[in-house]
């Protein structure tokens, strides 16, 4: 096992713990267990509250990234939905991403996690639910069937984020975003999905 990995860790208000400390979004998590686990971890996140997939492309081409990640992450498209924007758009520039994330990765150990589903925080109490949840399944199995489709490997924590509908300590203080609870199982399931130690 090698002493020292890489992680990149891929886009929006999710990616960088929206609302939460540092120490509690899901990359960091991911980089304390790891770091428990005997690792030396540097951990490069690219991501921003707001960002669709054209944000998070155009931030990509401005920076630095090289081939150079031992586990590179991916999760973008909320705020596609979120805007309203058609899913032909997001297909397309999904692909593009995950395409850029892979010539990131020294290994091919490319992850895709899929989109939480929102409607079921308190933030969306006075929207349309179904029609929230409808479309967040639509783009998610898009994102799935690109992922299928290229190799890499796929994280469904949407079902872990419709907890939330039922239980105050899966959402942070700001009834939208998830809290350092919640991103604890997803980690739960990310380390799950790593293959020791072929990938790390």
Known sequence: MMNKIKILALGDSYTIGEDVPQSESWPYLLK?????RGLSVELKIVAKTGWTTDELGLAIEQSDLKREYDLVFLLIGVN?????YCIDKYRNEF???LLKAKSFSVNNSVFILSIPDWSCTPFALE????????????????????????????LSITGISRRSADDPRYTASD?????????EKWVEKIILKISWPAQI
């Open 32 to 36: 304390g267990n790891l770091e428990n």
């Open 80 to 84: 596609n939905q979120y805007r309203g």
């Open 95 to 97: 692909r593009r991403l």
């Open 127 to 154: 929207k349309d639910k179904s029609k929230i949840s409808e479309e967040i399944d639509a783009f998610n199995k898009e994102n799935f069937e690109i992922s299928e489709s290229e190799g890499a490997h796929y």
């Open 175 to 183: 009834g939208l975003h998830p809290s350092g609870f919640q991103y």
